[in-house]
């Protein structure tokens, strides 16, 4: 089992963390309003609250706030994070849902890892699904990871079966721009064409 910090008390953290907590993990919450990380840690059995700025508990650090303040949040943690397998769940797309507002031959994934002190590698996992589904808790979904360090993803990997996952590894930090492109994918069927997000993307094996 692993300890787990998330950063950014919301929909996801709050997802994430009930899952993880039933998986057998440790959850720490943490939120730059600590009032809203202990909010959010009320409503889980078991949830500590960190302390914003201080080095997070959890071996495993989830970035679970918008891709537009991850990297600024990942440089004031700096050295606080060396250790740590940190994971980017961001989707970072612009206001028309239609491209990205990170570089045309990067992701966010990779910017990320740019802020990143030495020792703490960035895995991307988790962006290609809604909250409510993870939150939902009764289907083994599809969590596709991307990163350059094996041990990483190893560690990531072992953290979403806990969860009742499958992790599914899609290669190096560099695909973790197929995987935004994935996410951007679903927003935009959400918008013209399916027009909900009761949904989710994985992999069937047909013989
Ligand atoms: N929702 C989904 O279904 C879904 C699915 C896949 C991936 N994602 C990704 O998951 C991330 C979180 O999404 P969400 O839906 O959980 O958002 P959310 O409900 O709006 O929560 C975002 C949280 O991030 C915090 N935050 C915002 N800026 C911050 C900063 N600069 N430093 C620290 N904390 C900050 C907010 O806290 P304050 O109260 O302080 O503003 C808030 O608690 C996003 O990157 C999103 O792209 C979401």
């Known amino acids: 089992m692993s300890s787990i910090s998330i950063i950014g008390p919301g929909d996801m953290a709050g997802a994430l963390a009930g899952r993880a907590l039933a998986g057998g993990n440790s959850v720490e919450i943490i939120g730059r309003d600590p009032a809203r990380a202990a909010a959010l840690a009320a409503t889980l059995d078991g949830a500590t609250v960190g302390v914003p700025g201080a080095t997070p508990a959890g071996d495993i650090v989830v970035l679970a706030m918008p891709y537009a303040g991850a990297a600024a949040a990942v440089s004031a943690y700096g050295n606080a994070l ?86 599914l590894d899609a290669g190096p930090l560099s695909m973790a721009r197929a995987l935004e492109n994935l996410g951007l994918l679903q927003l935009g069927l959400v918008t013209h064409s399916v027009k909900h997000t009761n949904f989710f993307v994985g992999v069937t094996t047909i013989s």
């Open 82 to 167: 060396h250790g740590k397998v940190i994971i980017d769940i961001s989707n970072p797309v612009d206001a028309g849902l239609t491209g990205f507002v990170t570089p045309g031959n990067s992701s966010g994934a990779q910017e990320i890892a740019k802020a990143a002190p030495a020792g703490a590698p960035v895995v991307k996992a988790f962006n290609t699904v809604f909250s409510h589904v993870l939150a939902a808790g009764d289907r083994p979904l599809d969590v596709f990871l991307a990163g350059d360090d094996t041990q990483a993803k190893a560690h990531v990997s072992a953290f979403i079966e806990s969860m009742g996952l499958r992790p």
